[in-house]
Protein backbone atom coordinates (compact mmCIF):
# COMPACT_ATOMS: atom_id res chain seq x y z
CA UNK A 1 0.00 0.00 0.00
CA UNK A 2 0.87 3.68 -0.06
CA UNK A 3 3.47 5.16 2.49
CA UNK A 4 5.03 8.26 3.60
CA UNK A 5 8.65 7.77 5.54
CA UNK A 6 9.63 10.81 7.39
CA UNK A 7 13.13 11.29 9.36
CA UNK A 8 13.56 10.46 12.83
CA UNK A 9 13.30 14.05 15.00
CA UNK A 10 13.69 15.84 17.56
CA UNK A 11 15.47 17.98 15.00
CA UNK A 12 17.43 20.53 17.26
CA UNK A 13 18.20 23.48 15.19
CA UNK A 14 19.43 27.16 16.43
CA UNK A 15 17.42 30.27 15.64
CA UNK A 16 18.33 31.67 11.50
CA UNK A 17 19.81 27.82 10.67
CA UNK A 18 19.10 25.81 7.79
CA UNK A 19 16.36 23.30 7.74
CA UNK A 20 15.47 20.60 5.78
CA UNK A 21 13.51 17.65 6.74
CA UNK A 22 13.50 14.95 4.70
CA UNK A 23 10.08 12.82 3.03
CA UNK A 24 10.30 10.04 0.84
CA UNK A 25 6.86 8.42 -0.40
CA UNK A 26 5.88 5.05 -2.04
CA UNK A 27 2.81 4.96 -3.90
CA UNK A 28 0.89 3.77 -7.15
CA UNK A 29 -0.33 6.54 -9.51
CA UNK A 30 0.58 9.92 -9.43
CA UNK A 31 -0.67 11.06 -5.79
CA UNK A 32 -0.75 14.94 -4.45
CA UNK A 33 2.32 15.45 -1.98
CA UNK A 34 1.46 17.83 1.49
CA UNK A 35 3.56 19.10 4.50
CA UNK A 36 1.26 20.00 7.48
CA UNK A 37 2.17 21.41 10.55
CA UNK A 38 0.83 20.81 14.42
CA UNK A 39 1.78 23.20 16.81
CA UNK A 40 1.38 22.12 20.72
CA UNK A 41 -2.40 22.01 21.54
CA UNK A 42 -3.84 22.00 17.75
CA UNK A 43 -4.78 20.70 15.15
CA UNK A 44 -2.79 20.12 11.39
CA UNK A 45 -2.48 23.68 9.42
CA UNK A 46 -1.79 23.08 5.41
CA UNK A 47 1.81 24.21 4.93
CA UNK A 48 2.46 23.51 1.15
CA UNK A 49 1.54 21.29 -1.35
CA UNK A 50 2.67 19.70 -4.99
CA UNK A 51 0.20 18.08 -7.37
CA UNK A 52 2.53 17.07 -9.47
CA UNK A 53 6.12 16.17 -10.47
CA UNK A 54 8.82 19.38 -10.20
CA UNK A 55 6.12 20.92 -8.97
CA UNK A 56 7.86 22.96 -6.00
CA UNK A 57 5.20 24.02 -3.10
CA UNK A 58 6.54 27.31 -0.30
CA UNK A 59 4.68 29.35 1.97
CA UNK A 60 6.16 31.37 5.01
CA UNK A 61 10.12 30.79 3.60
CA UNK A 62 9.28 26.97 3.20
CA UNK A 63 9.70 25.08 -0.12
CA UNK A 64 9.37 21.10 -1.34
CA UNK A 65 10.39 20.01 -4.38
CA UNK A 66 7.72 17.33 -5.87
CA UNK A 67 10.66 14.56 -6.91
CA UNK A 68 9.21 11.74 -8.71
CA UNK A 69 12.56 10.04 -9.52
CA UNK A 70 13.60 9.98 -6.37
CA UNK A 71 10.28 9.75 -4.51
CA UNK A 72 10.82 12.63 -2.47
CA UNK A 73 9.51 15.42 -1.01
CA UNK A 74 12.02 17.22 1.21
CA UNK A 75 10.91 20.07 3.29
CA UNK A 76 13.20 23.30 3.66
CA UNK A 77 13.51 26.48 4.89
CA UNK A 78 16.88 28.66 4.80
CA UNK A 79 16.87 30.75 8.14
CA UNK A 80 14.26 29.29 11.30
CA UNK A 81 12.78 30.84 13.91
CA UNK A 82 11.83 30.21 17.00
CA UNK A 83 8.13 30.22 16.07
CA UNK A 84 8.81 27.45 13.80
CA UNK A 85 8.93 24.79 16.49
CA UNK A 86 6.31 22.05 15.55
CA UNK A 87 5.62 19.32 14.42
CA UNK A 88 5.83 18.59 10.67
CA UNK A 89 3.74 16.08 8.69
CA UNK A 90 4.20 15.07 5.52
CA UNK A 91 1.49 13.28 3.75
CA UNK A 92 -0.02 12.22 0.35
CA UNK A 93 -2.93 12.10 -1.25
CA UNK A 94 -3.94 8.80 -3.42
CA UNK A 95 -4.57 9.35 -6.66
CA UNK A 96 -7.85 6.97 -6.36
CA UNK A 97 -10.76 10.14 -6.24
CA UNK A 98 -11.35 9.80 -2.79
CA UNK A 99 -10.69 11.84 -0.03
CA UNK A 100 -8.02 10.08 2.13
CA UNK A 101 -4.42 11.34 3.18
CA UNK A 102 -1.81 8.97 4.66
CA UNK A 103 1.16 10.49 6.73
CA UNK A 104 3.91 10.19 7.89
CA UNK A 105 4.78 9.77 12.01
CA UNK A 106 5.87 13.44 12.29
CA UNK A 107 9.75 15.58 12.86
CA UNK A 108 9.37 17.73 15.24
CA UNK A 109 11.19 20.65 15.35
CA UNK A 110 12.66 22.65 18.21
CA UNK A 111 14.80 25.86 17.74
CA UNK A 112 16.18 27.53 20.46
CA UNK A 113 17.23 31.23 20.25
CA UNK B 1 -15.06 32.53 6.65
CA UNK B 2 -15.54 30.57 9.87
CA UNK B 3 -12.94 27.27 10.15
CA UNK B 4 -13.97 23.37 10.63
CA UNK B 5 -15.22 23.14 14.54
CA UNK B 6 -15.22 20.46 16.69
CA UNK B 7 -16.79 19.89 19.86
CA UNK B 8 -16.11 18.80 22.24
CA UNK B 9 -12.66 19.75 22.52
CA UNK B 10 -11.50 17.43 25.50
CA UNK B 11 -13.65 14.03 26.83
CA UNK B 12 -12.89 11.44 29.44
CA UNK B 13 -14.87 8.29 29.15
CA UNK B 14 -14.36 4.83 31.11
CA UNK B 15 -13.93 1.54 29.53
CA UNK B 16 -16.99 0.09 27.67
CA UNK B 17 -18.97 3.36 27.43
CA UNK B 18 -19.74 4.91 24.36
CA UNK B 19 -19.12 8.69 22.93
CA UNK B 20 -19.97 10.33 19.95
CA UNK B 21 -17.54 13.37 18.48
CA UNK B 22 -19.01 16.71 16.54
CA UNK B 23 -17.17 18.08 13.15
CA UNK B 24 -19.11 21.18 11.54
CA UNK B 25 -17.19 21.80 8.11
CA UNK B 26 -16.35 24.95 6.91
CA UNK B 27 -19.31 26.61 5.44
CA UNK B 28 -20.29 25.47 1.59
CA UNK B 29 -17.86 22.23 1.81
CA UNK B 30 -19.47 18.75 1.72
CA UNK B 31 -17.22 16.23 2.53
CA UNK B 32 -15.94 15.76 6.02
CA UNK B 33 -13.08 13.21 6.73
CA UNK B 34 -12.06 11.39 10.23
CA UNK B 35 -8.06 10.78 11.55
CA UNK B 36 -7.35 9.07 14.69
CA UNK B 37 -4.07 10.29 15.69
CA UNK B 38 -2.22 8.44 18.84
CA UNK B 39 1.81 8.60 19.65
CA UNK B 40 1.91 5.09 19.09
CA UNK B 41 0.55 4.48 16.07
CA UNK B 42 0.74 8.61 13.82
CA UNK B 43 -2.05 9.52 11.86
CA UNK B 44 -4.54 7.25 10.64
CA UNK B 45 -8.19 7.89 8.52
CA UNK B 46 -10.92 6.57 9.63
CA UNK B 47 -13.54 7.44 6.71
CA UNK B 48 -14.85 10.23 4.54
CA UNK B 49 -18.25 11.31 4.39
CA UNK B 50 -19.72 13.04 0.84
CA UNK B 51 -23.46 14.00 0.09
CA UNK B 52 -24.15 11.95 3.27
CA UNK B 53 -22.81 8.83 2.10
CA UNK B 54 -19.56 7.25 3.59
CA UNK B 55 -17.44 7.26 0.47
CA UNK B 56 -14.04 5.40 2.26
CA UNK B 57 -13.32 3.62 5.19
CA UNK B 58 -10.15 2.55 7.14
CA UNK B 59 -8.77 -0.19 8.66
CA UNK B 60 -10.86 0.02 11.95
CA UNK B 61 -12.72 -2.24 13.48
CA UNK B 62 -17.25 -1.38 13.62
CA UNK B 63 -17.04 -0.37 17.30
CA UNK B 64 -16.04 3.12 14.96
CA UNK B 65 -18.99 4.51 13.15
CA UNK B 66 -19.75 8.22 11.43
CA UNK B 67 -22.74 9.62 9.70
CA UNK B 68 -23.29 12.73 7.86
CA UNK B 69 -26.08 15.37 8.03
CA UNK B 70 -27.97 17.15 5.19
CA UNK B 71 -26.27 20.19 6.48
CA UNK B 72 -22.66 18.08 5.92
CA UNK B 73 -22.12 18.13 9.79
CA UNK B 74 -20.79 15.34 10.47
CA UNK B 75 -20.79 13.22 13.75
CA UNK B 76 -18.16 9.64 14.85
CA UNK B 77 -19.32 7.15 17.31
CA UNK B 78 -17.13 4.87 19.23
CA UNK B 79 -18.98 1.57 21.26
CA UNK B 80 -17.51 -0.10 23.69
CA UNK B 81 -14.48 2.33 24.45
CA UNK B 82 -11.39 0.91 25.00
CA UNK B 83 -7.69 2.17 26.56
CA UNK B 84 -6.37 2.01 22.82
CA UNK B 85 -9.25 4.65 21.89
CA UNK B 86 -7.74 7.42 23.90
CA UNK B 87 -6.44 9.71 21.16
CA UNK B 88 -6.87 13.13 19.31
CA UNK B 89 -9.38 12.71 16.98
CA UNK B 90 -9.30 15.24 13.94
CA UNK B 91 -12.41 16.02 11.37
CA UNK B 92 -11.08 17.89 8.12
CA UNK B 93 -13.09 19.14 5.18
CA UNK B 94 -13.23 19.71 1.87
CA UNK B 95 -15.18 21.26 -0.97
CA UNK B 96 -16.35 18.29 -2.38
CA UNK B 97 -14.66 14.53 -2.21
CA UNK B 98 -11.69 13.79 -4.63
CA UNK B 99 -10.36 17.86 -3.65
CA UNK B 100 -6.95 18.68 -3.37
CA UNK B 101 -6.16 20.43 0.24
CA UNK B 102 -8.37 19.04 3.22
CA UNK B 103 -8.92 21.79 5.82
CA UNK B 104 -8.86 20.83 9.95
CA UNK B 105 -10.55 21.58 12.82
CA UNK B 106 -8.58 21.78 16.33
CA UNK B 107 -9.45 18.31 17.51
CA UNK B 108 -11.13 16.24 20.30
CA UNK B 109 -8.95 14.55 22.65
CA UNK B 110 -10.56 12.23 23.82
CA UNK B 111 -9.14 10.30 27.17
CA UNK B 112 -10.37 6.37 27.83
CA UNK B 113 -10.09 5.35 31.71
Known amino acids: GNSVTQMEGPVTLSEEAFLTINCTYTATGYPSLFWYVQYPGEGLQLLLKATKADDKGSNKGFEATYRKETTSFHLEKGSVQVSDSAVYFCALSEDTGFQKLVFGTGTRLLVSP | KAGVTQTPRYLIKTRGQQVTLSCSPISGHRSVSWYQQTPGQGLQFLFEYFSETQRNKGNFPGRFSGRQFSNSRSEMNVSTLELGDSALYLC????????????FGPGTRLTVL
Open chain 2, 92 to 103: ASSPRTGWNEQF
